[in-house]
């Protein structure tokens, strides 16, 4: 059995105070969850989030990773930088990354490979546009971003690795996949990662769902046997929203 695991994807939002004020009043109400919670924010908000939430059930996460371990490279942020800030995960290859910021699968690719090395947790994004979708290209996409992302891991560390399928044209649009679509297409992940790695792989590897996953539309998406959790963007941002995503068992 796969933990589920729900993480929030901040963004570039929230201040440090606000940072403060939105975990402090997440604690209390996601203390019984069942899945594992985390919050990846802001560079600026490791500090104070990190502060609030010693001792509780939530995790700290970054929303980005730069795969050289030092040097000249003006405004980005090492593996071991995340690591002594009291990182536990990172966001490596989301789409927003991917469209404005020149990521590619190869950068992807190094930056997973720099965050497992210096043992941070990956949630590796991948997923296809609106027009990929209808020309058919879905599940050979989302099979190649997940494959050549991993590429160099070891079987156990790719075990370790949460990949958050997310439809591009699912992310803050309003618009979700249907439960069967994504629990189609995370099958297709999970199928091409048993072909390389084998089924125990592909069994422990948890994949979630990201695009507009709200209270409303959590149950029904969870209910579906490949979905192991969820990456909430807009509904992240509100205590009230995102503590009922991670008590969407209860
Ligand atoms: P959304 O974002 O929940 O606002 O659609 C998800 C994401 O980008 O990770």
Redesign the pocket.
């Known amino acids: 059995m796969r933990k589920p695991i729900i993480a929030g ?1 901040w ?1 570039m939002n929230k201040n440090p105070a606000e940072a403060k004020a939105l975990v402090a009043e997440l604690k209390p109400l996601v203390k019984d969850a069942n899945c594992d919670v985390v919050v990846c924010v802001p560079a600026t908000d490791f500090e104070s989030v990190r502060t609030e939430i010693a001792g509780t059930n939530i995790h700290l996460g970054a929303q980005n990773v730069h795969f050289k371990e030092s040097g000249a490279y003006t405004g980005e942020l090492s593996a071991d930088m995340l690591c002594s800030s009291g990182v536990e995960y990172v966001i490596i290859g ?3 990354r991917r469209q404005y910021f020149g990521e590619t699968d190869a950068t992807v690719n190094q930056r997973v490979l720099a965050a497992v090395k210096a043992g941070l947790k990956v949630i590796l ?1 991948v997923g296809e546009k609106k027009e990929e979708r209808e020309a058919g290209y879905t599940d050979a996409l989302v099979e190649y971003q997940t494959l050549i992302a991993l590429t160099g891991l070891t079987d156990e560390q790719v075990s370790e690795v949460v990949i ?1 399928y ?1 439809p591009v044209w ?4 309003g618009l979700t996949a249907t439960d069967e679509q994504a629990n189609e297409t995370i099958g297709v992940i999970r199928k091409g990662i048993e072909r390389k790695y084998g089924k125990d792989v592909a069994e422990k590897v948890r994949i979630q769902y ?4 709200k209270p409303g539309n959590v149950k029904g998406l969870m209910a579906q046997p490949e979905i192991d959790g969820g ?6 941002l509100k205590a009230a929203d995102f503590s009922a995503i991670v008590n969407f068992d209860k």
């Open positions: 994807n963004k989301h789409s927003e994004c958050a997310e699912a992310i803050g649009t990201g695009g507009s996953m990456l909430i963007g807009g509904a992240s």
